[in-house]
């Protein structure tokens, strides 16, 4: 595998489901990215990682609990989703936590929430 | 704040035409970063190019090429003979070095130009 890979690729769940996204990155990264993509809007940057410590939560409703247990994996694990929540969901990755380093992105997830 | 603007939500072209998609900035940064992205169908966004404030030579990379104007806060991207596989949604996104106070790694998009190349 090469680059940042994601799963599952699709994903439909109930609102009262619980699941998991999992992001994997092979390009020896130090920083991670959530990002939400929905429809006529523009990306939204969810939780960002450096070195597995949270640095950002960009008002994030708590049904999305990420998790990156080492530098290489990221996970948002989903519960009691609304429908509104219904996005791509893309994760990145970059060398470090500045501005001049460019994020590399995976396929995304597409969750769709009924 | 900074912000980026893509006038253009979506251009259709005839295959081999060229095609030019816009995108404006906005920042209190005097350093900052410029970046271009591909979205095909498929969904993974897909790096084309980045651009540091402090460089405004223009590049071309194959049928590619960005114009980089500071004067008027543009960085401009042209498809030249365009080709059916270049249909995808094109993204600006600038970040900042955190000179102004602002965060040094978000990330700002554009809300996309959406590239239609019929044969």
């Known amino acids: 595998e090469t680059g940042v890979t994601q799963t599952p690729r699709h994903l439909v769940m109930g609102m009262t489901n619980k699941k998991s996204l999992k992001c994997e990155q092979h390009l020896g990264h130090n920083a991670m990215y959530w990002y939400k993509q929905s429809a006529k809007k523009p990306l939204e940057l969810m939780f960002v990682?450096?070195?597995?410590?949270?640095?950002e939560n960009n008002s994030v409703p708590s049904r999305f609990s990420p998790e990156c247990p080492n530098s290489s994996h990221l996970f948002l694990h989903l519960h009691t989703l609304q429908p509104e929540d219904s996005a791509l969901y893309l994760c990145?990755?970059?060398?470090?936590?500045?501005?001049?380093?460019?994020?590399?992105f995976g396929p995304g997830t597409r969750l769709l929430v009924l | 704040a900074q912000k980026v603007t893509q006038a253009q939500t979506e251009i259709s072209v005839v295959e081999k035409e060229d095609v030019t998609l816009d995108c404006v900035y906005e920042t209190r940064d005097t350093t900052y970063y410029l970046f271009w992205y591909k979205q095909p169908p498929s969904g993974e966004l897909v790096f084309l190019i980045r651009r540091n404030s402090f460089d405004e030579q223009n590049e071309i990379s194959g049928r590619y090429s960005w114009n980089f104007q500071k004067s008027t806060s543009s960085f401009n991207f042209t498809i030249t003979a365009s080709q059916v596989v270049d249909s995808a949604v094109y993204f600006c996104?600038?970040?900042?070095?955190?000179?102004?106070?602002?965060?040094?790694?978000?990330?700002?998009f554009g809300k996309g130009t959406l590239l239609t190349v019929n044969p």
């Open positions: 990145a990755s970059s060398q470090d936590l500045a501005g001049w380093e460019t994020q590399y």
């Open positions: 990682y450096s070195l597995e410590e949270r640095v």
């Open positions: 996104a600038l970040s900042e070095a955190g000179n102004s106070g602002g965060s040094n790694y978000k990330l700002t």
